[in-house]
Nanobody
Framework: QVQVVESGGGLVQAGGSLRLSCAAS????????MGWYRQAPGKQRELVAR???????NYADSVKGRFTISRDNAKNTVYLQMNSLKAEDTAVYYC??????????????????WGQGTQVTVSS
């Protein structure tokens, strides 16, 4: 079993900052890419930022210069520092981890795991 749990969402005024955290736990062997996605009401889920196990990051154009993704491989944790928040950043933010895992006595498997999401609301 693998769990992916986000934290750190909330309500903030435009121009403010929030830091999201996401920890993966369970029978994990190793994690490749980790990332953050978001979904606003009535819209499709979209990529916000992703980071490789080596620390190479890429960002959606809409957040470049404002958001920073980082990770702690020893803790299987990824962070998203969000600065200069705008009303259009309001969404449910989801964490994703592409990882290898193995249940007890089972084969090694690989695939994406998602968190339950955390709400970020930016008031204008």
């Amino acid at each position: 079993q693998v769990q992916v749990v986000e934290s750190g969402g909330g309500l903030v005024q435009a121009g403010g900052s929030l830091r999201l955290s996401c920890a993966a736990s369970g029978s994990i062997i190793s994690i490749n890419d980790m990332g953050w996605y978001r979904q606003a009401p009535g819209k499709q889920r979209e990529l916000v930022a992703r980071i490789t196990s080596g620390g190479v990051a890429n960002y959606a154009d809409s957040v470049k210069g404002r958001f920073t993704i980082s990770r702690d491989n020893a803790k299987n944790t990824v962070y998203l520092q969000m600065n200069s928040l705008k009303a259009e950043d309001t969404a449910v933010y989801y964490c994703n981890a592409d990882l290898y895992w193995r249940d007890e006595y089972g084969p090694t498997r690989y695939g994406p795991h998602w968190g339950q999401g955390t709400q970020v609301t930016v008031s204008s």
